[in-house]
T-cell receptor
Framework: GAVVSQHPSWVICKSGTSVKIECRSLDFQATTMFWYRQFPKQSLMLMATSNEGSKATYEQGVEKDKFLINHASLTLSTLTVTSAHPEDSSFYIC?????????????FGQGTRLTVV | AQKVTQAQTEISVVEKEDVTLDCVYETRDTTYYLFWYKQPPSGELVFLIRRNSFDEQNEISGRYSWNFQKSTSSFNFTITASQVVDSAVYFCALSGLNAGGTSYGKLTFGQGTILTVHP
């Protein structure tokens, strides 16, 4: 149990277009979902925290108007990169915490590799 | 603020050697969780271990072992008899606890250590 699925696994888009990445908890309800970004050969940096039905909380330096997060249900959060530019090319990975399960780790999706050309 | 430091950027060993990956952390929280993840070239994060700050017992799982030293704020990871399949990036991470006392899930990652095991 506790599977998190991200879609797509990879995407190539043209500069100026928008890209939506989905993060789904397949077999549990996720209280909170987290979005991380990882540039090549670097660590994972938290971008934002999203709770179902409320606005996401963005980390300092992350543009909320550029990285739109929607957490409409307990099993789905989406990250939309608007007006993507080559510098947005990165590996985006989500994680989710399990509602109702105490003392547990966050479960990670498999990640989405975004390339903006 | 929380901080995790993995001083070893890259480690290269020959198969069957033992290797230890270092992790030092900083936090003002009195209770917290520590994690190790493996990231193979495909990119997904593979969960290896979670350790509660109250539990300082070392843990062994097959060829993997972890040494938690609260006094030195370290949580080191040792692979015994390394194998080529162990080649990956390894991340140490830290999480505080929410008001309910459960792992918050918001992780602070170290810089990662690239481990290469040669045949």
């Amino acid at each position: 149990g506790a599977v998190v699925s991200q879609h797509p696994s990879w995407v190539i888009c043209k500069s100026g277009t928008s890209v939506k990445i989905e993060c789904r908890s397949l077999d549990f309800q996720a209280t909170t979902m987290f979005w991380y970004r990882q540039f090549p050969k670097q660590s994972l940096m938290l971008m934002a925290t999203s709770n179902e039905g409320s606005k996401a909380t963005y980390e300092q330096g992350v543009e909320k108007d550029k990285f739109l997060i929607n957490h409409a249900s307990l099993t789905l959060s989406t990250l939309t990169v608007t007006s993507a530019h080559p510098e947005d090319s990165s590996f985006y990975i989500c994680s989710a915490t399990h509602r109702g399960r105490l003392n547990t780790e966050a479960f990670f999706g498999q990640g989405t590799r975004l390339t903006v050309v | 603020a929380q901080k995790v430091t993995q001083a070893q950027t890259e480690i290269s060993v020959v198969e069957k050697e033992d290797v230890t990956l270092d992790c030092v952390y900083e936090t003002r929280d009195t209770t917290y969780y520590l994690f190790w993840y493996k990231q193979p070239p495909s990119g997904e994060l593979v969960f290896l271990i979670r350790r509660n700050s109250f539990d300082e017992q070392n843990e062994i799982s097959g060829r993997y072992s972890w040494n938690f030293q609260k006094s030195t704020s370290s949580f080191n990871f040792t692979i015994t008899a390394s194998q080529v399949v162990d080649s990956a990036v390894y991340f140490c991470a830290l999480s505080g606890l929410n008001a309910g006392g459960t792992s918050y899930g918001k992780l602070t990652f170290g810089q990662g250590t690239i481990l290469t095991v040669h045949p």
